[in-house]
């Protein structure tokens, strides 16, 4: 892993667009870049840049001036993917509803900040958000669970921005440990044995299975099966209410 830092700069011009393309286009997968001294509308438009020149490799924390940026690596993705597909399918196998959001750019000019999770869900509050075409954070409700692969050390804090944001929880998975963390109420973040967004998922049986995904040679249609086969082998659970 690579990192860099930039000095802030003393007068922002009235778009920092073009240079802030310039150093996106020089990140190196793995490699994370710390920028300071950056406007919100710059976050925002550098966002909208990166998609129209289909850039989705990169990914965006911006926090009070503080921009980082990371370009994924293919360990980071498959990270990311097996933890998307654990949740999906025990959500499906279990009769639950959920709506998926990846990588949605989250911001708030009001909080002067924003964040792109590796994935997030609406489980909860899916019907909330349910033929809604562009999220409103200011009055919609944030995703119930985010996801965060961590193949390299951040450079800029995300769990505050997560909090600002007020997400309910989110799971952090480096390949070795999955953690999950919910939001307490002073706006910190605990880490618990027991999901909020899906209660009944016995989290201690997870590794084995995300550890599968490990060996190059099994596909990930394989571990979906294997998951699906395991919770059908799980005692009936009760209807909900």
């Not at 007068?11 to 073009?18: E, H, I, M, T």
């Not at 196998?93 to 999770?117: K, V």
């Not at 070795?176 to 998922?201: F, K, M």
């Not at 590794?207 to 571990?223: N, V, Y």
Request: glycine share 4%.
């Amino acid at each position: 892993m690579t990192t860099a830092t930039l000095p802030p700069a003393a007068s922002p011009p009235p778009s920092a667009l073009p240079k802030l393309a310039a150093l996106m286009n020089n990140v190196d997968p793995g490699q994370r870049l710390l920028i300071t001294g950056v406007h919100y509308r710059d976050f925002v438009r550098l966002a909208e840049w990166r998609d129209e020149m289909c850039r989705w490799s990169a990914r965006l924390a911006y926090d009070h001036g503080k921009l980082e940026i990371m370009v994924v690596t293919n360990p980071h993705e498959r990270f990311r993917k097996i933890v998307a597909l654990l949740i999906e399918v025990w959500i499906e196998e279990t009769g639950g509803d959920y709506l998926p959001s990846g990588q949605l750019t989250h911001s708030r000019e009001d909080l002067d900040s924003g964040f792109e999770p590796d994935e997030c869900y609406y489980i909860q509050n899916w019907k909330k958000v349910a033929g809604i075409r562009q999220i409103d954070f200011t009055k919609d409700p944030p995703p119930d669970l985010c996801v965060e692969a961590e193949v390299s050390r951040t450079l800029l804090a995300r769990l505050p921005i997560y909090a600002t944001f007020k997400i309910p929880e989110v799971w952090r998975y480096n390949g070795e440990r999955l953690i999950v963390l919910v939001l307490r109420p002073d706006g910190s973040y605990q880490e618990s044995s027991v999901s909020r967004a899906l209660p009944t998922l016995p989290l201690a049986e997870l590794p084995r299975f995300l550890a599968l995904a490990e060996d190059l040679s099994i596909s990930f249609a394989a571990i979906s099966r294997r998951f699906r086969e395991w919770i059908r082998t799980l005692p009936p659970m009760a209807p909900k209410s």
